[in-house]
Nanobody, 114 residues
Framework: QVQLVESGGGLVQAGGSLRLSCAAS????????MGWYRQAPGKQRELVAI???????NYLDSVKGRFTISRDNTKNTVYLQMNSLKPEDTAVYYC????????WGQGTQVTVSS
């Protein structure tokens, strides 16, 4: 089994920054990719950013240039640096790990006030 523990969410004003962290533990061999999804009230869950084992990244168009995903393989941790936050970034953010099957964190709330 894989456990994902997220931290770093909170309340911030528009234009501010937050950094999310997600630490993986358990059976974490052969991780193919880690990333972040988000789900706003009444909306479907969407991919925000993902980073593969080789370091390739992909971002949701609306966060490009504002969010940066990174990964520390020695700590099995993935980070999401979020800058220039907007009210529309408000959502529950979920850590995601793909190892041939899918694993999810419990979610952390990010609220951006206008």
């Amino acid at each position: 089994q894989v456990q994902l523990v997220e931290s770093g969410g909170g309340l911030v004003q528009a234009g501010g920054s937050l950094r999310l962290s997600c630490a993986a533990s358990g059976s974490i061999f052969s991780i193919n990719a880690m990333g972040w999804y988000r789900q706003a009230p009444g909306k479907q869950r969407e991919l925000v950013a993902i980073i593969t084992r080789s370091g390739s990244t992909n971002y949701l168009d609306s966060v490009k240039g504002r969010f940066t995903i990174s990964r520390d393989n020695t700590k099995n941790t993935v980070y999401l640096q979020m800058n220039s936050l907007k009210p529309e970034d408000t959502a529950v953010y979920y850590c995601y790990l793909y190892r041939g099957d899918d694993y999810w964190g419990q979610g952390t709330q990010v609220t951006v006030s206008s």
